[in-house]
């Protein structure tokens, strides 16, 4: 099972900043926290990823706490494209460390 | 090349059909994936091979047989499924299969068993 909490979904408008937060409690020391995006009928897409502190690329920011137990995508101003669904993946609490294992997603929907 | 092919697109078949999915890679990444998508679910993964050889199988019924011919090629061979079993099939590849690998996805193979 993944061992993350992210909201279901979220409503935003064009050009605003949205920030979705992700929980993963039980994160182990060696975890890293990956981010992907997943457009209907396509396959998911790699966003960003950290271990720990903030991490920053052309399309998205990543910030994650001291204690690494959440951490928060930030999109910035987000256009109508931007709705998508968001998968937050560490690693596996089961047999496997490595963060292959979805969580449920959050369904962000960008209004005009 | 940062692409992962995947073929056909759309599938139809009846539930006493033998037909292959096929997922291909020239990024030189070694470990590869199968994941299973019901609509507005998560990807649930089914299999990974990792160095040509299988190392994770999820308690996926045997009537879905991967194959991995060599480190750029993925099958997914399908026997006597069931309705329940449409869905859409994703194939992903990534370096290798350690801690903080990012997945590359294909588009996927939209199946659907009559």
């Known amino acids: 099972l993944a061992k993350t909490t992210q909201p279901i979904s979220m409503d935003s408008y064009e050009g605003q900043e949205v920030n979705i937060t992700c929980s993963h409690n039980n994160i182990a020391t060696n975890d890293y926290i990956t981010w992907y995006q997943q457009f209907p009928s396509q396959g998911p897409r790699f966003i960003i990823q950290?271990?720990?502190t903030k991490v920053t690329n052309e399309v998205a920011s990543l910030f994650i706490p001291a204690d690494r137990k959440s951490s928060t995508l930030s999109l910035p101003r987000v256009s109508l494209s931007d709705t998508a669904v968001y998968y937050c993946l560490v690693g596996d609490e089961g047999n496997y460390g490595q963060n292959f294992v979805f969580g449920p997603g959050t369904r962000l929907s960008v209004l005009p | 090349d940062t692409e992962v092919t995947q073929t056909p697109k759309h599938l139809v078949m009846g539930m006493t059909n033998k037909k292959s999915l096929k997922c291909e890679q020239h990024m030189g990444h070694r470990a590869m994936y199968w994941y299973k998508q019901k609509a507005k679910k998560p990807p649930e993964l089914m299999f990974v091979?990792?160095?040509?050889?299988?190392?994770i199988n999820e308690s996926v019924p045997s009537r879905f047989s991967p194959e991995c011919p060599n480190s750029s090629l993925l099958n997914l061979h399908l026997h006597a499924l069931q309705p329940e079993d449409s869905a859409l099939y994703l194939c992903a590849s990534s370096r290798d299969d350690r801690e903080g690998e990012k997945l590359f996805f294909g588009s996927g193979t939209q199946l659907s068993v009559l």
């Open positions: 950290g271990y720990k």
């Open positions: 091979y990792s160095y040509e050889k299988l190392s």
